[in-house]
């Protein structure tokens, strides 16, 4: 295998795939106002360009695999479980020989598809709660049902994936749902991250109040519980703390803690774009490099260099074009 790696020893070892950049909710920190009017059910597609086939992904995934060695692969959007040949991708992804397949999703609809996922191959699956009150959930996702998403979260603990809860931590809009979002976690028995807002899309260039940093967060859970930091993992994106009440929770914290130096992250977005790094705004098709590991590799190179050394400063893309 050739040796792709930058000066600071970073390595491509999980691809992010964003499958599709439609999705059935428009949350306010990853979908601009502008598409704040469309109804609940209609999805939005903001790039025109061809949306990829199963057999394209699996040809991408499994070149970059040749090369890089993949240990996992986290299949996102836009909204994932919107995306029609999930179950085959996963299970073409396995044959590939990449074991660890994950999910980020809304859970809308993981009700009906968790078990049948598991059965799949899926191994874990990170769900997006941005509060535990439907008013203000729903308020933050602009959709009506937002409660389908927790008996999604039930739906995945039963089928037997390992489950992760993520959420979007915004000043005066959800700050009030910290404790009753780690209360949740903890009596499901399952991890939640905290997520400090990251200038990402039409936050790009917005100069917003509603940045809630790492230091607040823990602030109000030191008020309620005692916590104790553990140990970070190689490459995590979160830091972790258990608590006096029995919970585990993290924070994934761009801003205060950034998580560059280790970072092991290559992206891929629903039109074929590679991405080295979550700052870039603009991707790199590999398909035409496929034939050739030589060439295939020093692209990856390239990609490789655009990582940033300590932190990113955001992108012009939102998450769920790049995925997130
Ligand atoms: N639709 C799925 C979901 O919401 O989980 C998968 C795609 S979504 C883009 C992936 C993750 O990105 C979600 O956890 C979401 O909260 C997060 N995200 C989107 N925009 C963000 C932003 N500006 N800052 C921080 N996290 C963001
Ligand atoms: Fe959809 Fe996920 Fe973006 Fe929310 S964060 S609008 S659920 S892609």
Known sequence: MIRIEDKLGRRFEKLRISLLNSCNFSCVYCVSEDFGNIQPETTFKPIAEEQLSIEDFTRLINGVHRLSGLKSIRLTGGEPLLFRNLIPLIQQIQKIGIPDIRLTTNAYYLKESA?????????????????????????ISRHPNTSRVFQGIEAAINA???????????RGKNDSQIIPLLDYATVKGVKIRFLELMKMGHLYHAENGLFFSEKEILSIIQKKYGIERIQREFASTANYWR???????????????????????????????????????????????????????????????LKQPVKFHGSELSMRNIGG
């Open 160 to 170: 037997g994936l390992n489950v992760k809860l993520n959420a979007v931590i915004m």
């Open 115 to 139: 078990k049948r996922l598991f059965e799949a191959g899926l191994t874990s699956v990170n769900i997006s709660v941005d509060a535990i009150d439907l008013y203000v959930f729903n308020k």
């Open 243 to 305: 608590t006096s009440g029995g919970g585990t929770f993290g924070i994934i914290a761009n801003e205060s803690t950034p998580f560059c130096h280790d970072c092991n992250r290559l992206r891929m977005d629903s039109n074929g774009y590679f991405y080295g790094c979550l700052s870039n705004s603009h991707g790199e098709k590999l398909s035409p490099y496929l034939h050739n590991d030589f060439l295939l590799a020093e692209k990856l190179k390239e990609l490789l260099l």
